[in-house]
């Protein structure tokens, strides 16, 4: 398990990272958002230990993490930042990477290179980004680590490859229970893989929660009436959100399923659905009780 307390980053004057604590369970995967600059790649670099917190701790497994060497053996760092040696290659990247993480599994590395129609012998500094990134995740993947800290690692991926290394962490959380923590500004880069989400907005994190169970209490709701709006018939219900287009109204609403089904229908619609939410639609309900407008931080 990772635990953050109280971590808080300074940069000269700026603090990139204020005061965050979350707790990331073993086996789950933590997508970690918000808008550039709101502190995700600090926050990672320190998680995987390249950065030491100025106030605060970082915890794997117990652990700190910071010149921990035993412990970075189990972690492995995908930079939004992608830098390799000058002239290496994949080849001679597999053999540096063998050095430190002793249960690199060298066939696995072929295989995934041969999938991904990648040359090993190749230089990586004439690779496209989306091709540099997949070598990354190969190298990632192959090493044998338990926690992953991946910085918009989808970023520059086509929608092909993307899946696919979104299927390979799926195997891979399945079989070897690795933890990845996947920062990204995009949203709809998560939602069908993260189980747990964190939104950091100016170096502090607003809130972590579980996927499932926000969703729980949250539905999104069209329904059309052959009369005005039934404002007084719908005053039990904790409406979020309302938008119109026609006589069609979608409306976001907190409650159980049962209790907004029960609400509606004794006002009589014509039309009536309740709709799976979108992570996007889950966000802007939290975030806008919390005073926040999800679609500022996030552009």
């Known amino acids: 398990m990772i635990c953050s307390t109280n971590a808080t980053k300074y940069f000269d004057a700026l603090c990139a990272v204020d005061h965050v604590s979350a707790e990331i369970q073993t086996g789950s995967v933590f997508g970690l958002i918000g808008s550039n600059g709101a502190g995700k ?22 652990e700190e993490i910071f010149e921990n060497v035993p412990l970075k053996n189990k972690c492995f760092y995908i930079s939004d930042e992608q830098f390799f040696f000058s002239g290496i290659t994949p080849l001679e990247l597999q053999k540096h990477y063998s050095l430190y993480y002793p249960l690199f599994d060298k066939e696995r590395y072929k295989h995934l290179m041969k999938a991904f129609e990648l040359d090993e012998k190749r230089k990586i500094r004439t690779f496209s980004k989306g091709m540099k990134k997949q070598v990354s995740v190969i190298m990632g993947l192959c090493s044998g680590a338990e926690y992953l800290f991946c910085d918009e690692t989808f970023d520059g991926l086509d929608p092909v490859a993307r899946q696919a290394v979104k299927s390979l962490f799926a195997e891979d959380i399945a079989e070897r229970g690795i933890t990845p923590i996947i920062a990204s500004h995009n949203l709809r880069e ?38 005005p709006f039934p404002e007084s018939s719908l005053s039990a219900l904790n409406i979020i959100h309302k938008d119109r287009r026609g006589s069609l109204y979608t409306l976001t609403v907190r409650g159980t399923r049962e209790e907004v089904q029960n609400i509606i229908s004794q006002t009589e619609p ?30």
């Open 41 to 62: 790649s600090t926050f990672l670099r320190m998680l995987s230990g390249i950065l030491k917190p100025d106030e605060g701790s970082i915890t794997i497994d117990d």
């Open 190 to 227: 998560l939602e069908d893989i993260c189980d747990h989400i964190g939104l950091l907005h100016r170096g502090g994190i607003l809130f972590s929660r579980d996927l499932d169970d926000m969703k729980l209490g949250i539905h999104k709701v069209q329904v059309i009436w052959n009369k």
């Open 270 to 299: 014509t039309f009536f659905e309740l709709l799976p939410l979108s992570l996007e639609e889950i966000f802007i309900s939290e975030t806008e009780v919390i005073g926040y407008d999800i679609k500022s931080l996030l552009l």
